[in-house]
């Protein structure tokens, strides 16, 4: 099985930096992704990592290094509808059929922004 | 988004009697998973399917069983409800490296 970690809730300012990071460990792994989900609402996906380094997609960054089972998502110049939970899922093949492939989420990083 | 939909969109039962959510789907993908959604656990996956009739259980199955007779449709059904299984039920598919979900059900056992 899986366990993965995330602080579950933090405080940053309107137009700050905010490094939300995650640790996992898990056999058979096959991507690291992280979603926001406003509250009342399904998650939508923020990024995908499945090689170690760093992905930009705008504000939003996530790093990841397999060796160290570990994975942050930077989040910059902070906007109040960045008010959200942030969730780290690890993507592994351990499902009893042929090519199966499970989603774990961690519990979720809720965040919120002030101003 | 348009390629998925859960129905209903919320569901009040009584305990004991058995309900069935279904997931359906435009995209013609491969994979589909029933998660459930409560404070303080998160997302976990209950069951999923790779493909028509192919089906695996994840970390919470019990009291839950799945069908897929058709690739667009994934069926989870509690077989006899009960309060324990209040909850927000989603559904999602994946495709290439991005994983898609539905709207949710909010599903409440009284």
């Known amino acids: 099985g899986q366990n993965i970690d995330q602080p579950t809730e933090m405080t940053a300012t309107e137009g700050a930096i905010v490094q939300i990071n995650c640790t996992y460990q898990?056999?058979?792994?096959?991507?690291l992704f992280w979603y926001q989900q406003h509250a009342g609402e399904a998650p939508t996906f923020l990024s995908y990592?499945?090689?170690?380094g760093l992905e930009e997609k705008g504000r939003f960054s996530s790093f990841l290094s397999r060796s160290k089972g570990y994975s942050y998502l930077l989040l910059k110049e902070l906007q109040m509808k960045d008010s959200a939970s942030y969730l780290c899922?690890?993507?592994?093949?351990?499902?009893?059929?042929?090519?199966?492939?499970?989603?774990?989420f961690g519990k979720g990083t809720k965040l919120s922004v002030i101003p | 988004d348009a390629g998925i939909t859960q129905s209903p969109r919320h569901k009040v039962t009584e305990t004991g009697t058995p309900v069935t959510l279904r997931c359906h789907q435009t995209?013609?993908?491969?994979?589909m998973y029933w998660y459930r959604q409560d404070p303080g656990h998160g997302l976990r996956l209950i069951h999923y399917s790779y493909g028509v009739k192919d089906t695996d259980k994840g970390e919470v199955s019990d009291g839950y069983s799945v069908s897929r007779s058709k690739t667009e449709d994934f069926l989870l059904t509690l077989e006899s409800a009960t309060s324990s299984q209040t909850s927000v039920y989603f559904c999602a598919i994946s495709g290439g490296n991005g994983y898609t979900f539905g709207s949710g059900t909010r599903l409440t056992v009284v």
């Open positions: 899922a690890v993507r592994d093949r351990t499902g009893s059929g042929a090519g199966s492939y499970q989603l774990t």
């Open positions: 995209e013609n993908h491969r994979y």
């Open positions: 898990t056999s058979g792994f096959n991507g």
């Open positions: 990592n499945v090689l170690d």
